[in-house]
């Protein structure tokens, strides 16, 4: 089966830029999460979908982030205006259903903000 | 924010050598679930354990889960070059995931 799909790989950008990722999860995925990872971190969640909505969002920048999911299947991730400290990979994953064990995740995007 | 402490923070070994390493939670559990991470394959799942089991193997890896002191242990028996990872723990409690810092672990020729 195809994996998680993620575009584009790298991005540099200049602060108070704005960028936008994209994410197609495996098919037949309900759930899907989009992480920050910093250098020599563990991932952290932003936001979490089952299927069209919102299930947490509690540690996405509101004032900046914003992500949505189409018709329950690809979705966006974005950032404007874009701050130094978001130089991060940022990573999307997919499962089965909330709560169901393993994460499948995409390749990431490494996002430097000059 | 991170519930999971993996220790050591990092390791390095020689190749054939086992590698243990640990990871210590503090609220209750579902499931406790290891991943690992390099350049070339990105973020990938080994092994998930749930809250009523003890111990778990899959090929080279065993896990273990303490409840009773929020820990567990991942061990690789034999290691390879191609261990040279960060791990991660990640524990479940409710519908996410919560991760720790990983342990960079490096197998030497």
């Known amino acids: 089966e195809a994996g998680v799909a993620q575009s584009p790989r790298y991005k540099i950008i200049e602060k108070r830029q704005s960028v936008a990722f994209w994410c197609n999860p495996i098919?037949?995925?309900?759930?899907l999460y989009w992480y920050q990872q910093i250098l020599g971190q563990g991932p952290k969640l932003l936001i979490q979908?089952?299927?069209?909505?919102?299930?947490?969002d509690s540690q996405l920048p509101k004032d900046r982030f914003s992500a949505e999911r189409l018709k329950g299947v690809d979705s966006t991730l974005k950032i404007q205006p874009a701050k130094l400290e978001d130089s991060a990979v940022y990573l999307c994953?997919?499962?089965?259903?909330?709560?169901?064990?393993?994460?499948?995740f995409g390749p990431g995007t490494r996002l430097t903000v000059t | 924010s991170q519930q999971g402490e993996e220790d050591p923070q990092a390791l390095s070994i020689q190749e054939g050598e086992n590698a243990t390493m640990n990871c210590s939670y503090k609220?209750?559990?579902?499931?406790l679930q290891w991943y690992r991470q390099n350049s070339g394959r990105g973020l990938v799942h080994l092994i998930l354990?749930?809250?009523n089991e003890r111990e778990k193997h899959s090929g080279r890896l065993r896990v273990t889960l303490d409840t009773s002191k929020k820990s567990s242990s991942l061990l690789i028996t034999a290691s390879r070059a191609a261990d040279t990872a960060s791990y991660f723990c990640?524990?479940?409690?409710?519908?996410?995931?919560?991760w720790g810092a990983g342990t960079k672990l490096i197998i030497k020729p």
């Open positions: 994953a997919s499962s089965l259903e909330v709560g169901q064990g393993e994460q499948y």
């Open positions: 609220t209750s559990i579902n499931n």
């Open positions: 979908f089952q299927n069209n909505g919102v299930v947490d």
């Open positions: 354990i749930r809250s």
């Open positions: 098919s037949g995925h309900a759930t």
């Open positions: 990640a524990t479940e409690g409710g519908y996410q995931l919560i």
